[in-house]
């Protein structure tokens, strides 16, 4: 059973950084689009944050997070990343990172095939 297992998250002041790692097994990883979603909250929607190709060569990112998130990911280890700058008090999130086939329509939830369990982040003011 395929495997995504999220690390890295817990508190930060505003304006500070985390890095996200997710490491994936039981699947072949560099045939994989990865992706970054959050929930703010119970009940609430997972939003997209950002998405990298299989390759590594193209990203993508919600508006809300261009030039401060960082995307990227190394397949020998089989880990996407999220590094996350200038974090902003009401980005407190479950991040969680998910993986799919197909390379179409990444910043859509519904696209993706794995999950994990998600990581909680706490951005104090």
């Known amino acids: 059973q395929a495997q995504l297992v999220e690390s890295g998250g817990g508190l930060v002041k505003a304006g500070g950084s985390l890095r996200l790692s997710c490491t994936v097994s039981r699947l072949t990883f560099g045939t994989l689009v990865m992706g970054w979603f959050r929930r703010r909250a119970l009940g609430k929607n997972r939003d997209f944050v950002a998405a990298i190709s299989a390759s590594g060569y193209s990203t993508n990112y919600a508006d809300s997070v261009k030039d401060r998130f960082i995307i990227s990911r190394d397949n020998d280890k089989n880990t996407v990343y999220l590094q996350m700058n200038n974090m902003k008090h009401e980005e407190k999130a479950i991040y969680y990172c998910?993986?799919?086939?197909?390379?179409?329509?990444?910043?859509?939830?519904?696209?993706?095939?794995?999950w994990g369990q998600g990581t909680q982040d706490t951005v104090a003011s």
């Open positions: 998910a993986a799919k086939f197909s390379a179409r329509d990444r910043e859509r939830v519904d696209g993706y095939n794995y």
